[in-house]
């Protein structure tokens, strides 16, 4: 082999060395930026999905380490036949008049119907040590109707404030925030957690049955329940009824339904 073409090839391996070099550089930068691009979608997602009492991080919910037992006793059905805890209220079934409630104040500051008070405290103690050993939150109880016209309004000023009309404001709104007279809060059944981590959110879709509760707004039943998404919304209906509705599938609307059916 001549020195000539000896010399050609050592020039081939560096000029390959090079453009290999090159070509890593090239597909670390790519990936670098794709998985920038996933950061920030997901982080306008989570801005979009989350509401803003829960973007602002509340105090933290202190429950005593002592457990109390899961009410499992019968449930008293109201005037109209229908049992305290599967009272169904949507935008389609507000809130009764005059109904009344029996509040209990969590440690928090926030108030719960005082009947769901002990298997509440007992989930969250329960989702510990899924939420890196912190109790996830409370940062959403009973609502009054006032203090849910007040969140409402404010979600339709802020679509006023970006251009949409009176009518489109509401309707948007609608979407995020129910109407005063039909939100879960008023009955005092439902709570907004918050937690360390995302994770905790996929520990109580999987376990809050055991404790009476429902993982009430699946995306899945959105066309049903009328309402987005809501991972951190969670509502008591006792511990037969969420676990028929964890293993069958259903969302509260569906179980109201074919419970009326199966008693017809």
Not at 87 to 102: C, D, F
Not at 115 to 120: E, I
Not at 172 to 193: F, I, Y
């Amino acid at each position: 082999m001549t020195e000539k073409t000896m010399g050609r090839r050592r020039r081939y391996r560096q000029r390959h060395k090079r453009n290999m070099t090159a070509a890593l550089v090239t597909v670390a930068f790519i990936l670098a930026a794709v998985m920038l691009i996933a950061i920030v979608a997901c982080l306008d997602y989570v801005n979009r999905i989350m509401p803003e009492e829960m973007l602002r991080g509340p105090e933290p919910m202190e429950v005593g380490r002592d457990r109390a037992p899961v009410n499992t006793a019968p449930q008293e059905p109201y005037e109209d036949g229908t049992e305290w805890n599967l009272r169904l209220v949507n935008r389609w079934n507000p809130v009764p008049e005059g109904y009344t409630i029996r509040l209990k104040e969590l440690a928090g500051g926030e108030k719960v119907d005082e009947r769901v008070y002990a298997p509440l405290t007992e989930m969250l103690e329960a989702a510990r040590e899924g939420n890196l050993d912190e109790l996830p939150r409370v940062i959403s109880g009973y609502r009054t109707q006032e203090v849910q016209q007040g969140l409402y309004d404010d979600e339709v000023n802020k679509y006023k404030s970006q251009g949409y009309s009176e009518e489109e404001a509401r309707a948007e709104a609608g979407r995020w925030v129910a109407l005063p007279g039909t939100s879960e809060h008023q009955l005092g059944l439902a709570v907004d957690l918050e937690g360390a981590t995302y994770d905790v959110f996929l520990w109580l879709q999987e376990n809050s049955y055991k404790y009476g509760f429902i993982f009430r707004y699946p995306g899945s039943k959105t066309d049903i329940t009328g309402t987005v998404e809501e991972v951190w919304h969670y509502r008591y209906v006792g511990v037969q009824a969420a676990t028929e509705m964890y293993e069958q599938g259903l969302c509260l609307e569906e179980y109201v339904e074919l419970k009326a059916g199966a008693e017809a």
